[in-house]
């Protein structure tokens, strides 16, 4: 069964400053897909930034950028300048290629505080 | 235009009782999810539906049951409630292609007294 190891429960950074999050997982397969999901106090679930295994370059979403590296089995997320609405649990998911119902495998969260 | 919406979004009740939860979705999506997020904010896939296949992770007590009256929708009926089973649950959804994201509803606090 895969699983998905965030490391740093809590993270805290500088307001305009840059953060990395950090994400391993461990799976057999081949083809996969990683997420970061970003939770507010609001409680909603919010997706962040996504990354298909086959493909090399890392994703970007604005000020969101990844470095996946797949022989390490690690998706860290990096947030360059970062604001008070970053202030939020951040949650590492999995989910394996293919069609079909498989739910997210999630890590357990880091929670990143911005200092004003 | 509330893309999942989940209802009610707070719920308390005795235990032992019976109770639903219930989540639409207007996206058009064929895929939905239930996900149990505990008090130490650790989110687990509970359920995942689509008019082909129900997949039911073996560690949810099967007092909890998916109901799902068309596409659209997918509600959660919980029997017997017990104190452990106070949680945030999240409804979720996502086209059934390769590697699409799962779009959350908001969320729906059970506190069990």
């Known amino acids: 069964a895969q699983t998905v190891t965030q490391s740093q429960p809590e993270m805290s950074v500088q307001e305009a400053e840059t953060v990395t999050l950090s994400c391993t997982y461990d799976?057999?397969?081949?083809?996969?897909?990683l997420f970061w999901y970003k939770q507010p106090p609001s409680r909603q679930m919010i997706l962040v930034i996504r990354?298909?295994?086959?493909?090399?370059q890392n994703a970007t979403e604005n000020r969101f950028s990844v470095n996946f590296q797949k022989a390490a089995k690690s998706f860290s997320l990096k947030i360059s300048d970062s604001q008070l609405g970053d202030a939020a649990m951040y949650f590492c998911?999995?989910?394996?290629?293919?069609?079909?119902?498989?739910?997210?495998?999630f890590g357990k969260g880091t929670h990143l505080i911005i200092q004003p | 235009d509330t893309a999942v919406s989940q209802t009610p979004k707070y719920l308390v009740t005795q235990m032992g009782n019976d109770k639903s939860i219930k989540c639409e979705q207007n996206?058009?999506?064929?895929?939905m999810y239930w996900y149990k997020q505990d008090s130490k904010k650790f989110l687990k896939i509970m359920f995942s539906?689509?008019?082909?296949?129900?997949?039911i992770n073996e560690t949810v007590p099967n007092r909890f049951s998916p109901k799902s009256p068309d596409k659209a929708h997918l509600n959660l009926h919980i029997n017997s409630l017990e104190l452990g089973d106070s949680a945030v649950y999240f409804c979720?959804?996502?086209?059934?292609?390769?590697?699409?994201?799962?779009?959350f509803g908001d969320g729906t606090r059970l506190s069990i007294l």
């Open positions: 979720a959804s996502s086209h059934d292609r390769v590697g699409q994201p799962q779009h």
């Open positions: 799976t057999s397969e081949s083809d996969y897909y």
């Open positions: 990354q298909e295994a086959y493909k090399q």
């Open positions: 998911a999995y989910r394996r290629g293919g069609g079909g119902a498989d739910g997210l495998t």
């Open positions: 996206l058009g999506h064929d895929t």
């Open positions: 539906y689509n008019n082909k296949e129900l997949i």
